[in-house]
């Protein structure tokens, strides 16, 4: 059995499928240099999703997929509690798969965050054509619980 990655998404977007608070420059979200994407929430807000895409898979066509396993660096600002909305999976282009939000505060300086494993396949089924496809993604979602 092997695995591949982590890879970074070469592609970050503002969805507006959930919530009304917008990621601001979301391309910084690409890279972990302490420049970041940021949604202003204020009290009880909800972000719109935070999309990220092209991960640049090369997994052998024919490969079985046994779980996908997402991670995020995050962090909240210094007012609220801040909370996942909702963390999903991209496939075919399309937000879908288990929820995989988790009840626990983002924290004030970065930190990282996984969602499912190497044996969680999201509830969804998948080819290696899926995953490899540029179209294949993360997005989460973020909400100010005070």
């Known amino acids: 059995m092997s695995s591949q990655g982590p ?3 070469s592609t970050f977007v503002d969805d507006a499928t959930v919530g009304t608070a917008i990621w601001g420059t979301p391309t910084n979200a690409q890279t972990s240099n302490d420049t970041y994407a940021t949604a202003s929430l204020g ?3 909800v972000s719109h999703y935070l999309k990220a895409t092209g991960f640049g898979f090369s997994i052998p066509s024919g490969a079985t997929i046994n ?3 997402a991670g995020v660096e995050r962090k909240k600002g210094d007012l609220g509690t801040v909370i996942d909305n909702s963390v999903k999976i991209v496939k075919g282009g399309t937000i879908q798969g288990n929820e995989k939000a988790s009840g626990a505060s983002w924290p004030l300086s970065d930190a990282y965050a996984s969602s ?3 044996t969680d396949l999201w509830g969804l089924s998948w080819a290696a054509a899926d995953i490899n496809a540029a179209d294949f993604g993360f997005v989460i979602s973020c909400k100010n619980t005070d």
């Open 67 to 69: 779980g996908i396993l």
């Open 7 to 9: 890879n970074n998404g």
């Open 116 to 118: 499912g494993s190497s």
């Open 43 to 45: 009290t009880s807000g």
